[in-house]
C-alpha cells in the first residue's frame, strides 16, 4: 500500500497569513494527488484533484502543486473559514490511502 | 445539487452485522464509480471500497475484505455496505462518496454513525 505522509501535523495560524502543508507519497503517484477540507462533525470537501486542479466553488486563494511524490497544499490570505483540518488522499492505486491530517488553528 | 444521504447505521454487537443504504440523487448515479470510506472517532480518514458504475468491479482496503460488500442498485440510484463479523474498531462515521475526474472522491453524504460495542 502506498503510505501518505503529512506534514504538520498541526499548525497555528492568524488570518491573512500564507500557509503550506506538505504529503509525501512511499512511491511515484504522478499527479494522482487530491487535498480535502474537514470540519468538525462534517463531511471532508475537495479542494484539489489532481495535485493542481482546484474544484468548482473552492475560492481561488487554495493552490496545490507537485508531481511524483512530493505534493503541497498552500492557502494564500487566510480566511476565519479556512480553519479546519486538511488531508491528502492518493488515487493512484487502490487501496487508496489518506494522508494522517493536518490541523489548522487560529494562532 | 449533488446529494447523498446515509442510513442504516447504529448499535451492534461485536461478530454482528449490518447494513448501510446510501440514496444518491442530484446526478446521474449510474455513470459514477462510488465509494465507502469512514472516519473512526477522533481519527483520520479510511477508504474502505469502491464499485464500477455497472458493477461488475470492486475493490476493497485489506482490513474489511472478506467481510464487507459494496453493492448498488442503479434502478433505485442506492449504493450499498453489507458489514458482516463486526468488529470494536469497526467503530466509525461511515461515509457514501462519488468519484469524479481522475477517480477523485468529489462530493460525500453526510455520514452515519456505526458502533461495534457489547
Known amino acids: 500500500d502506498i503510505q501518505m505522509t503529512q506534514s504538520p501535523s498541526s499548525l497555528s495560524a492568524s488570518v491573512g497569513d500564507r500557509v503550506t502543508i506538505t504529503c509525501r507519497a512511499s512511491q511515484d503517484i504522478t499527479n494522482w494527488l487530491a487535498w480535502y477540507q474537514q470540519k468538525p462533525g462534517k463531511a471532508p470537501k475537495l479542494l484539489i484533484w489532481?495535485?493542481?486542479n482546484l474544484h468548482s466553488g473552492v475560492p481561488s486563494r487554495f493552490s496545490g502543486s507537485g508531481s511524483g511524490t512530493d505534493f503541497t497544499l498552500t492557502i494564500n490570505s487566510l480566511q476565519p473559514d479556512d480553519f479546519a483540518t486538511y488531508y491528502c488522499q492518493q488515487a493512484n492505486s487502490f487501496p487508496r490511502t489518506f494522508g494522517q491530517g493536518t490541523r489548522l488553528e487560529i494562532k | 445539487e449533488v446529494q447523498m444521504v446515509e442510513s442504516g447505521g447504529g448499535l451492534v454487537q461485536p461478530g454482528g452485522s449490518l447494513r448501510l443504504s446510501c440514496a444518491a440523487s442530484?446526478?446521474?448515479?449510474?455513470?459514477?464509480?462510488m465509494n465507502w470510506a469512514r472516519q473512526a472517532p477522533g481519527k483520520g480518514l479510511e477508504w474502505l471500497a469502491n464499485?464500477?458504475?455497472?458493477?461488475?468491479?470492486?475493490y476493497y482496503v485489506d482490513s474489511v475484505k472478506g467481510r464487507f460488500m459494496i453493492s448498488r442498485d442503479n434502478a433505485k440510484n442506492s449504493l450499498y455496505l453489507q458489514m458482516n463479523s463486526l468488529r470494536t474498531e469497526d467503530t466509525a462515521v461511515y461515509y457514501c462518496?462519488?468519484?469524479?475526474?481522475?477517480?477523485?472522491?468529489?462530493?460525500w453524504g453526510q455520514g452515519t454513525l456505526v458502533t461495534v460495542s457489547s
Open positions: 464499485i464500477k458504475q455497472d458493477g461488475s468491479v470492486e
Open positions: 442530484g446526478f446521474t448515479f449510474r455513470s459514477y464509480w
Open positions: 489532481a495535485a493542481s
Open positions: 462518496a462519488r468519484d469524479g475526474h481522475q477517480l477523485t472522491i468529489d462530493y
